[in-house]
């Protein structure tokens, strides 16, 4: 491995992730221009690693939406800003709506016993915060799948999965800086303390402003990836 590659990611990290990180970061901050060609020899050489967790580490990009293959090699993937709008709003519909469900039925509940575990698991994150970096999102997504499952409607909360992994690919820009990580596990449990409480309407509020504040972070920095990545690129 290269010693730039090493002093970034640590020796220790496999030699797939390690590349796979260097990349993903390149890719999210601009640095590769749309219609540039990333092949396996090349990565190969820059990285001094073999062909192999090249091969591994394209894949994981391309599954997360940020590269696709061509004929020879990959080139990053142009967010549509349209397509982002639209899935934002998708995902705030189901997630609303699966509040709504039990707000409006006084019949149904929440699933206490599930929201506890919820909460024990995101109290834990607050004492002894994660790294700040894009893989994060998945275990976001875990938090408002298994909010939304909480609702007891399991295709609201498959519904929801499908949305989030269409949308993966651009909420990774939300936790790339700026304590991100840290407001979103504040926002989290305060959502599930209203709920805990009942009171599903304070609720849908503070989901609806943790959400759209999420998407403005997240147009903002796929704005500036994409004018980067534009630069000089024809």
Not at 6 to 22: C, F, I, K, N, W
Not at 69 to 91: A, N, Q
Not at 176 to 189: C, K, P, Q, S, Y
Request: glycine share 8%; with cysteine.
């Amino acid at each position: 491995m290269s010693t730039e590659l090493r002093a970034d990611l640590g020796p220790d990290m496999p030699l797939r992730e390690a590349v796979y990180r260097a990349l993903r970061d390149e890719l999210m901050n601009g640095a590769v221009k749309f219609g540039e060609r990333l092949t396996e020899p090349k990565l190969s050489a820059r990285f001094g690693v073999s062909r192999t967790p090249v091969r591994e580490a394209l894949g994981l990009l391309c599954a997360d939406g940020l590269l696709r293959r061509e004929e020879y090699g990959f080139s990053p993937v142009r967010p549509s800003i349209p397509k982002i709008l639209d899935l934002y709003e998708l995902r705030l519909t189901i997630e609303l709506g699966a509040l709504r469900r039990v707000a409006d039925n006084p019949g149904l509940a929440h699933d206490r016993a599930a929201l506890l575990r919820l909460r024990g698991e995101w109290t834990a994150l607050r004492d002894d915060p994660p790294a700040q970096e894009p893989g994060f999102v998945v275990r976001d997504e875990g938090f408002h799948e298994a909010l939304c499952a909480a609702a007891g409607n399991a295709e609201l909360a498959r519904a929801l999965a499908s949305a989030n992994s269409r949308i993966r690919h651009v909420r990774m820009f939300d936790f790339m800086a700026n304590a991100r990580v840290e407001t979103t596990i504040a926002e989290h449990l305060e959502i599930l303390g209203a709920v805990l409480d009942g009171d599903l309407e304070l609720a849908q509020r503070l989901l609806r402003a943790h959400i759209g504040e999420s998407l403005d972070v997240v147009l903002g920095r796929v704005s500036r990836a994409m004018a980067t990545m534009s630069m000089d690129s024809d």
